[in-house]
């Protein structure tokens, strides 16, 4: 089953496991050390050996600790530790996977077992007598009375064919390569949390550093190549100087001497010989498998280097011995400062007998022996130049070179007495480790059947896995040997995994200790996997690999490695080629400290593993690590003065590998469960001292008193990640994070106090607070404006005085001070390291999660795929000057050529004459027939890097600026025709593709007062409303261009030209009525211009003292239009008109401070790819989750390379980002330009659907597009942050996403509130919490509910005005989703969230079966609309009558109801059409009915005491509340019929024009109907019936514990996500059958939601003859109707009584 663990942030206490409370002598003080004598690891001289065992003896012991205080005694260890609980990840190949893993992790320990000793009773016989017979039996040598049987070849093949399987299998690569995913995700989050923990415990200042002090071992260098290649040089020259007449070679005829070897070869001048020259280096522009200086194909010095380095380099030559002495007399010198241990390379090549006696001897009586820092390393050479040389002349078999290799090694471990065998057993006693090298890079790695190596010819070179067994299986024997007599024993570490095949990487995880190289191992993700869970040792030599050309050093594995936990460390291998310095293990780790960035910390790991690597005894290991380094936890035998690695980091190690040896173990036995040990402060079993401070906790701070906050969706099954953190934080850490947190918090009220909801609270009370607006083009006078300070605000003449609204607007010196305080904080160096290292947290938090839950999120469990193509997007970024492609510019001016060359384009300015297109085309010397994309030259090229100028001439097509003027602009001589042409046919691939939309943006410069006046006729004329596309209105910044062509004289004229037109036709609608229309249509501003450019200094001034021709600062432009911005919107919003939002482009260039300002400011920006730049800005736009449309395409072209575009790390961090185009004609080629953004970035950037559809459902919430739209394209409920809001239906979006980005930022706030220890972020959060999102779709289902109980179990009842309760309304029969709603509220838990997933399905259901009536009317009803055009658009003239009191409607009896199951929660909306209003017998009513409108309700009584439910009773008949009705001036009140486009129908009756009529909806009242004041406003200028208020439409009471009303709870909600109208969804949504349906955008006035003529519109038509002042015996009477549950429809008088559709 899916893991269901919560997200949690323990905060917890560690320490080592069994470590006792630390002493207080062991806590020395901070920058402070012991000296040189004090140091337990400085090394001792030895005294000899010990003849017990004949092993070297420890070095004397210094005047210390007790080693026994030193284990047991340990510091506290507090860090953040990272836990995945209830990992099951990859369900489906996990068994599979954990099944092979295990098998293989059994095979390598059988193999381990037997050639470490380990349950083999080796004091059983005691010591081999030295004359104990030994033999070679099939390759292996035996001795008399061997207690251990080594594994047969037969197996050996078997278990290795085994191996090769599981290598290959896809299964379980899959997996492994998830689990490595998850070690690497583990290890950043750790590293991000903990990286001053580890620095804090370890002391980075004590002594020289971390590093000089620990000991590290070169695990592989030969000693050939170990000297300094200047070094050499230097010999060769010095030699040849002052020693030329040694002898260096003896034959026959004479001895030849140096001078006469060099003369020989031509070296005349030995002080001229180079480095280069000699050819110590390998040539940089070849690669090579192996350089051999000693090949003159190779050396690039030729033959005589290659002789002349043979002489000097050789084992047999004269110079050899004195070349290494000094490097090994020099470590031993240098210990004591430097640390550096080697394990130099000895090569042994099996060709004789005496070969072992004559490396001893050449060892010992060179003064090379008993060296306390090295340890020897045989290699076994099987490259195919050495056996095919002389070396082995005679050979018949490969029995033989075993034969040479272990026989002497027997001989000389039974009788190392014997003088033949001294110096061979005392150069044993110094070995560690044998080495095999091959041409594996050549070679193939088939396992022959069983075949001794004696019939083995020599010239057939058998396999490396055959002859490494053999190497292997006679390792097992003899260390068995030599384990009986006490001696020391051997490793077997192979060169493998250098190049070739991966064979060779199989066998040395199943034979070896550890290996050499290991580099091809990257492409095996099992392999990886396999030699982590082993912890098998891998000695990496970076620079050789580099220097041969192997891979690259960037590329090396070797960081993955380290960072995956692998037991990794550093070899040189080849000092003489590959160094530069006298210390080539220093330089080699510095090298790597500085290219991989690695921390000290790092450094001391990498050191720790060479010793653990390494083929010292175990006394020298204790001696550098600590008494009990191999124990079995390694934080219990960690000695930290010993090895300078911390605690911390080996418990981090320690738990993952538990923790992955518990998803293998749990995968295998499901009904296996791990005993959770609980943490004491050591991290010990021991008592729980957990704290829990995390997103899924209900927490409160006892010095604060805050209530609790649940931010956890437990009903959301997904693996979570916990991170226990310390109860005592490291005390400086703690401080910074508290005061970073603080400055945060500070920033983010900031943007509070400008972009804040007190405009989107009004219209959560739009019943009580609106004015009586019923004619939206009455003119207002009553108001005046002024533009004070730069900001035009408004009063209301009558009310005197200098007080002008809106009140309390931040002034520009204000907006400067805060833009100070932003920069303070970002520039704050505490700051910007906890938002760097939170970045690192939620990036890597995000790819973990990506690894533990990528299948159940991709899952089709909830019944929805993850379609992309279907999830509604909208490309909120594009310029409608390039919104469409080069190639439909192109068909559309071939087009013109073929059918509209005589269209008069303009006038040409010198004849005065028209000019056609056709004579503008040959002016132009275009030829249309023989144009293409290339010659328009609109596309973005290499030309536009960082080169706005040539950006902006793309705009004129083939560089013609006329052609510009006559298709992309709106004024011109044609009114913007072709333009309007060109859109259109955008809007029209918009429509095809129908899940794709956009946001074109205009613009309006503010040279003069009449450009919003042509930009609405243009609008008008041309019919350029879309309901697939909003329009937003850009301001270029192009200020001094004006202002030196005397346009302008001041900032002001310009602001003025801009808002004023808005504020007069926002004022007076009846003064534009174009402009009036056309802003119902425009979602917001925005703000453009090359940001790249310069600002001046920012001056508090007035715009009007802004005369000067330099462009005001890019902070000054945004506080200005955001200030009238929200001055303008405060004012339509009171007026119940649209408003706007705020998103100018930022971020693209130029300086970050734009960021900062625009944070302050700005609903979202564009671009902001300058994020990258500073992290706290980042993490601001993060806390805030501010908007951001990025266009990595454009970016791409103008100003940043799209690899190294920030919008993946943006993402995957939880920025709220989304992708746009930007100029399609610009960057785009395919004709779905917003697709191809997608698509690009899908592939760039390795997307999967999931993220698709998130970022798509990201631009839909960004966009401007009204609330009802939103809810159509993404759920009703699209404003909530968590699942809740989520409906995979329509965003294909899976519910484990939404869930995880809500909980994560929740964690991110308590994280900072926990380390302040205080409510940082109280009203400040941008997400709401999950009880109050649960609230607030419960308040929202509630006003549907009435009669049910609410969310907390209440009865719920309507309140008459006069205070007394009416009876509760409840539809009959029920509705399913009703039925089930109630249900799962009495029901238990479990059953409630079963049957709220039943609700959902049946509400889809009922929502797909509305959509099909909705087609069938239309088609039915198509023709009739057509028919009652003529009746529709005349309007009567008549007399009006004074007004009257409406009369009294009679009350009819009810009939009885019908019985039904359960209750049905009734529509309570106001709706223009009220459920239960009778409609009159004519055709129209016919036609309704059977399009599905609203029949009749019945009334039941709720209240105690009432009658029982399907009694008859008497109610009140006629409108019903809510319902809308006209109100004549005479003061007859009808029922309100309403047709298709939103005028009252004339002929009522009255003499009266129905325009004279205002419609408002009923409340309902007890004593006569009376129209509800203030009950009707405007929503995108056209009035609508409201919703109902906050606190319920009608009252209804709540208990003591009644749940908070809706408005607070959307407060955090809609500053998130701010509409630019400012509605919530109720707000912008009217009732139908149960749910929301959105209002019409084309008419001004239609409030009816049924559908019923077809058109789209709603509304119901008269009958013919209907006259609602006349009597009701004077109605048309028409037959019943019968509805769909076969009752009547009634009469034409009354509201009619019958079920609800």
Known sequence: SKATVSVLNWKGRFQARGALPPMPEQLSPKGGGRGKADRPDALQPFDGKDGSTGALSPPLQTPTIKRASRVNKKK?????????????????????????????????????????????????????????????????????????????????????????????????????????????????????????????????????????????????????????????????????????????????????????????????????????????????????????????????????????????????????????????????????????????????????????????????????????????????????????????????????????????????????????????????????????????????????????????????????????????????????????????????????????????????????????????????????????????????????????????????????????????????????????????????????????????????????????????????????????????????????????????????????????????????????????????????????????????????????????????????????????????????????????????????????????????????????????????????????????????????????????????????????????????????????????????????????????????????EDGQSRDFYQASKVDTHIHAAAGMTARQLLDFIQDKAVHSLDDIVKVDSETKKPVTLRQLFHKMNIHPESLSVDLLNVQADASLFERFDNFNDKYNPMGNPDLRNLLLKTDNYMGGRYFAEIAKSTFAQFMRDEYTYAEMRLSIYGRNNLEWTKLAVWFDTHGMACTHNKWMVQVPRIYPIFRKHGAVSSFQDLLTNVFKPLWEVSINPSSDPKLHHFLKHVSGFDSVDNESTPDGPFRVINPTEWTSYDNPPYGYWMYFMWANIRSLNHFRAKKGLSTFSFRPHCGESGSVDHLMQCHLVADQVNHGVNLRLDPVLEYLYYLTQMGCAVSPLSNNSLFLDILDNPFPKFFRRGLNVSLSTDDPLQFHYTQEPLIEEYSIASKVWKFCANDMCEIARNSVRQSGFDAAKKASLIGHNYLLCSSLGNDAKRTHLSHIRVAYRYEVYHAEIDTMECAANECLFDNLRAMMSIDEEKDWVCEREQAQMVGQPDCDGNSQQMIFEDGEEAPNYVESPPSPAGNLSMQGIHGDPGRTRMLEGENAKLREELAKMRDMISTMQQQIHLKDTAQRLEQIFPTQQGGGQSPAAPPMVPQHPRPPPEKSASPRRPSLEASAVANGTRKPQSAGVARAQEAGSSPPRRIHSAAPGGRAAGSQEFAPVGPQDGAAVLTYPNGRVVPFENNSFGRPTAGNGAGMPPAQATATPYRFNRTQYAPAEHSMHHYNGRQVPPPPPVGGFPKIPRSAGARKPVGPMLDRMLATYPHPNGYPPQMQMYPQGGGFQQAPPQYAYNPLPHDAHGDGHGGFYPPPGYDPGASPAAQPHEEPVPNGNGNGAGNANFPSIGRSR
């Open 76 to 860: 506290k260890v507090l860090y953040h530790k990272i836990e995945i609980t209830d990992d099951g990840t990859m369900e489906k190949e996990m068994v599979t996977a954990a099944k092979n893993v295990t098998a293989c992790m059994e095979i390598r320990k059988r193999y381990q077992n037997v050639i470490n000793g380990e349950n083999l009773g080796y004091s059983e016989g005691g010591a081999v007598p030295s004359d104990a017979e030994f033999k070679m039996v099939d390759g292996v040598v035996y001795f008399a009375g061997q207690t251990l049987d080594c594994i047969n070849y037969a197996k050996y093949k078997e278990d290795m064919q085994r191996m090769f399987k599981v290598v290959n299998d896809g299964p379980t690569n899959s997996v492994c390569r998830n689990r490595l995913k998850i070690l690497d995700e583990k290890y950043a989050i750790f590293i991000a949390l903990n990286g001053e923990v580890e620095e804090d415990q370890c002391d980075v200042k004590k002594g020289g550093g971390l590093f000089s002090q620990c000991v590290k071992v070169d695990n592989s260098v030969r000693l050939s190549t170990a000297m300094h290649a200047q070094d050499l040089v230097d010999f060769i020259t010095e030699q040849a100087l002052n020693h030329s007449e040694v002898v260096v070679a003896k034959s026959a005829k004479k001895d030849v001497t140096l001078r006469g070897f060099l003369d020989e070869n031509h070296i005349t001048e030995p002080r001229q010989l180079t480095v280069e020259g000699v050819g110590l280096h390998p040539p940089a522009n070849k690669c090579f498998h192996r350089f051999d200086i000693f090949s003159q194909d190779l050396n690039r010095g030729g033959e005589r280097s290659a002789k002349l380095l043979k002489l000097f380099l050789k084992r047999d030559g004269p110079y050899y011995h004195q070349l290494v002495r000094p490097i090994l007399e020099r470590n031993e010198k240098e210990f004591a400062a430097k640390k550096v241990c080697t394990e130099y390379k000895l090569p042994l090549f099996g060709n004789s007998r005496g070969e072992w006696r004559d490396i001893a001897k050449w060892v010992f009586e060179n003064g090379l022996g008993n060296k306390k820092t090295n340890r020897w390393i045989m290699q076994i050479p099987r490259i195919g130049v050495i056996r095919s040389s002389p070396l082995y002349t005679g050979f018949k078999n490969n029995q033989e070179q075993l034969d040479n290799i272990f026989l002497p090694m027997w001989e000389a471990s039974l009788r190392p007495d014997h003088p033949d065998n001294k110096q061979v057993a005392d150069l044993l006693n110094e070995i560690g480790a044998f080495n095999v090298i091959s041409d594996e890079a050549v070679r193939g790695q088939e396992l022959p059947a069983f075949r001794p190596p004696d019939q083995w010819p020599w010239h057939e070179n058998p396999p490396d896995l055959f002859f490494n067994y053999y190497v292997w299986a006679n390792l097992v024997s003899i260390n068995h040997l030599r384990r009986r007599n006490g001696l020391n024993t051997f490793v077997f570490r192979p060169n493998c995994g250098e190049k070739g095949l991966l064979d060779g990487l199989t066998m040395g995880y199943v034979l070896s200790s550890s290996i050499n190289h290991g580099l091809t191992m990257e492409r095996s993700k099992v392999l990886q996997y396999l030699f982590y869970m082993s912890q098998v040792g891998i000695v990496l030599s970076p620079l050789q690999n580099n220097g041969l050309g192997t891979v690259a050093y960037a590329e090396n594995p070797f960081l993955k490695y380290q960072k995956r936990g692998m037991r990794m460390s550093l070899g040189t291998e080849d000092p003489l080629h590959y160094h530069y310095s006298n210390h080539a293990l220093i330089e080699e780790y510095g090298t790597a400290a500085k290219l991989y960035k690695l921390r000290p910390v790092d450094i001391t790991e990498i050191a720790r593993n060479s010793v653990l690597n390494s083929g010292f005894p175990r006394n020298l290991k204790q001696k550098w690590l600590g008494e009990d380094f191999d124990n079995q936890s390694a934080v219990a035998g960690n000695d930290h003065d010993r090895s300078f690695v911390p605690d911390v980091r080996l418990m981090f190690r320690e738990d993952t590998l538990a923790h992955e040896k518990r998803v293998i173990q749990q995968a295998l036995d499901p009904t296996f469960i791990v005993a959770q040990p609980a943490i004491s402060e050591g991290g010990a079993a021991g008592g729980v001292l957990r704290r829990r401070s995390s997103i899924n906790r209900k927490h409160s701070f006892s010095d604060s008193g805050r209530p609790g906050m649940n931010c956890s969706e437990e009903d959301v099954d997904f693996v979570r990640v916990e991170i226990v953190s310390p109860v005592e934080e490291n005390e400086r850490t703690s401080r910074a994070d508290a005061a970073a947190g603080t400055l945060l918090a500070q920033a983010v009220a900031l943007r509070k106090k400008y972009v804040h909801n007190d405009d989107k609270k009004m219209f959560i009370d739009l019943g009580l607070n609106l004015e009586d607006n019923n004619d939206e083009f009455r003119a207002d006078e009553d108001y005046e404006i002024i533009p004070k300070g730069g900001v035009f605000r408004y009063k209301k003449k009558s009310q005197g005085g200098d007080e002008f609204e809106p009140e309390g607007l931040p002034s520009l010196e204000e907006y400067h001070t805060d833009c100070n305080t932003i920069h303070n904080c970002v520039d704050n160096v505490k700051v910007k390291t906890f938002a760097h290292k939170r970045l690192e947290v939620l990036e890597h938090k995000f790819a973990l999660h990506m690894a533990l839950n990528f299948d159940l999120e991709h899952s089709t």
